[in-house]
């Protein structure tokens, strides 16, 4: 995963059709941590890579702020999804098989250009 919705979602459900990968859940759905904001699934987010030049979702989003990047789904960062699925940040997918769909077991593609400052910040999608 790359993007992140915040506290700042209308739930106005703009950004949900627009995901090629159906990483988007509503809050309706009983997959969402949250029960107040729309969430983007960590292990499914591709950011658009191959699909759109930036992410789809955060075009179509009408609210300053409420996406925003995230460290990228790749191993190197495994801890930081793994601690953030422990403390309710994340509700990264067990599947029977392969446990915890971690990085380690499927990473994902991310926009390189992103810098991992701005990853780290949560800066607006919107402001690339």
């Known amino acids: 995963m790359s993007v992140l ?3 700042e979602c ?3 459900e703009a950004c949900e059709s627009e995901c090629p990968v159906a990483a988007i859940l509503g809050e309706d759905n009983p997959k969402n941590p949250f029960d107040d904001r729309y969430y983007v ?5 591709v ?7 930036e992410p789809r979702c955060a075009e179509a989003c009408p ?3 409420a996406i925003v990047w995230d460290m990228p789904y790749q191993p190197e960062y495994e801890e930081y999804f793994s601690s ?6 994340y ?16 990473s994902q593609p991310f926009l390189e250009d992103i810098s991992m400052e701005a990853r780290e910040a949560h800066e607006n999608v ?3």
């Open 5 to 7: 919705i915040t506290e």
């Open 10 to 12: 209308i739930n106005c």
């Open 41 to 45: 699934k960590p292990e499914s987010c």
């Open 47 to 53: 950011e658009c890579v191959g699909h759109a030049d």
């Open 63 to 65: 609210t300053e702020g």
């Open 84 to 89: 953030g699925n422990d403390e309710g940040r």
């Open 91 to 106: 509700a990264i997918r067990v599947h029977k098989k392969k446990g915890m769909m971690l990085p380690s077991v499927k």
């Open 126 to 128: 919107g402001d690339f």
